[in-house]
């Protein structure tokens, strides 16, 4: 998916999940050594992207400096659990860069506010999180055709290995409605190649 700083409006979304124990596999972050018990069997999120239905995505749209205290105004224990940055301590002043990042390249060609915006994701994975085929699969296996329908089939459910067999990830799109991923919708060519699971059989990697 290539980027560009084009104030278009972006005609979809693309929702990342991420798979925080593959994540963790072989890393000594400070989360990873004290995780939360949600991530041990649960998607947290990597991000909320705007995107073009053709092809390609917006980035880095305007200037608006990230607001450290939309976070607070979430919900610290919400953020953390949902939206983790497993690289430092809760406690670190920079444990809110990812979020940054995210807020500077992808939010800011939303048009919502920050609060909006990293709601946004908090609703959908609350919504749309994690199928009973990974829960029930961690520290094993599931099949990969499988899980992709679990999201909608090959085009709605992309997913992303390691390896090209240890899950890190899932890719889902989104219609937008006045800003707001709403109706789950099938990937446009460019996100459906992202999929990088070759393997018949998808290892859940356990914490």
């Known amino acids: 998916m290539n980027g560009n700083n084009?104030?278009?409006?972006?005609?979809?979304?693309?929702f990342a999940y991420s798979w925080t124990p593959q994540f963790c596999y072989g890393e000594d972050y400070p989360g990873c050594d004290t995780p939360e018990e949600y991530w041990e069997t649960h998607f947290t999120i990597h991000g909320v992207w705007p995107q073009y239905a053709s092809?390609?995505?917006?980035?880095?749209?305007?200037?608006?400096?990230?607001?450290?205290?939309v976070p607070l105004e979430i919900g610290w224990d919400t953020m953390t659990n949902y939206w983790p940055d497993v690289k430092y301590t809760e406690t670190d002043p920079d444990y809110d860069?990812?979020?940054?990042?995210?807020?500077?390249?992808?939010?800011?060609?939303?048009g919502l506010s920050q609060y909006d915006y990293f709601?946004?994701?908090?609703?959908?994975?609350?919504?749309?999180?994690?199928?009973?085929?990974?829960?029930?699969?961690?520290?094993?296996?599931?099949?990969?055709d499988s899980l992709r329908k679990d999201f909608g089939g090959a085009s709605y459910g992309i997913l992303r290995c390691d390896g090209g067999q240890y899950?890190?990830?899932?890719?889902?799109?989104?219609?937008?409605?006045?800003?707001?991923?709403?109706?789950q919708i099938e990937c446009p060519t460019d996100v459906q190649g992202e999929d990088t699971c070759t393997s018949t059989d998808v290892q859940i990697t356990a914490l």
């Open 119 to 144: 709601g946004a994701g908090i609703n959908l994975i609350k919504s749309f999180g994690t199928p009973a085929s990974v829960t029930n699969s961690v520290g094993g296996s599931v099949e990969a």
């Open 55 to 69: 092809g390609g995505y917006p980035a880095d749209c305007d200037s608006e400096a990230f607001d450290p205290n």
């Open 167 to 183: 899950l890190s990830g899932i890719y889902t799109c989104w219609t937008n409605v006045n800003g707001i991923p709403t109706t």
């Open 6 to 14: 084009s104030t278009d409006s972006n005609d979809i979304y693309v």
């Open 97 to 110: 860069s990812f979020w940054e990042h995210e807020w500077t390249k992808h939010g800011t060609c939303t």
